[in-house]
C-alpha cells in the first residue's frame, strides 16, 4: 500500500462519517435550539424536556434518512473490499 492509496483511503473514511453523521447531527442541534428557545420563552427548566425531542428527532431521521446512509456505507465497504488486492502489493 502506498502513502498515496493510504491517504485516499483516510479521506473517503472521513468524507463518509461526515455525511452519515451530519443528518443526525444537524437535526440534534435545531430540535435542541428549539427547545432551548421554548424553554427560556416558557421558564421551564425540566432535563427530559431537553432528551426527549432529540431522541425522536434523532430516531425519525434515522428511519426517513436510513436507506441511504446504509447505502452509503455499504458501498464504501465494497470500494474497500475492491481494493484489498491493490493494497497487497
Do not use: C, N, Y
Not at 25 to 42: E, I, N, R, Y
Request: net charge positive.
Amino acid at each position: 500500500m502506498t502513502e498515496t492509496m493510504a491517504m485516499g483511503v483516510l479521506r473517503e473514511a472521513v468524507v463518509t462519517t461526515l455525511l452519515l453523521a451530519l443528518p443526525l447531527l444537524a437535526v440534534g442541534l435545531v430540535v435542541g435550539l428549539a427547545v432551548s428557545l421554548f424553554q427560556a420563552v416558557t421558564q421551564i427548566h425540566e432535563m427530559t424536556l431537553t432528551f426527549v425531542p432529540k431522541l425522536l428527532g434523532i430516531a425519525a431521521v434515522l428511519v426517513l434518512a436510513g436507506p441511504w446512509m446504509m447505502h452509503r456505507l455499504l458501498a464504501f465497504t465494497r470500494w474497500l473490499f475492491d481494493l484489498l488486492p491493490q493494497m497487497a502489493r
